[in-house]
């Protein structure tokens, strides 16, 4: 479920932002795309600390 609620949210941001043209055409894939990442993420399906870890040198 939370992935869909983040690609929906992600997408109704994307269209309050901007509306019309390829800008707003690449805005909605952009923060869609987000959404979908964050809902996965908050589900436990993707583990984002690989990402976002500081590795010692």
Do not use: K, Q
């Not at 309050?16 to 589900?43: N, Q, S």
Request: aromatic residues 12%; without cysteine.
């Amino acid at each position: 479920m939370w992935p869909i609620v983040g690609l929906s949210y992600g997408t109704v941001l994307g269209l309050a932002a901007a509306f019309g043209g390829f800008t707003a055409f690449a805005l909605v894939l952009i923060l869609g795309i987000a959404g979908f990442v964050a809902g996965r993420a908050m589900e436990g399906e993707i583990d984002l600390t690989a990402v976002f870890s500081r590795r010692s040198a």
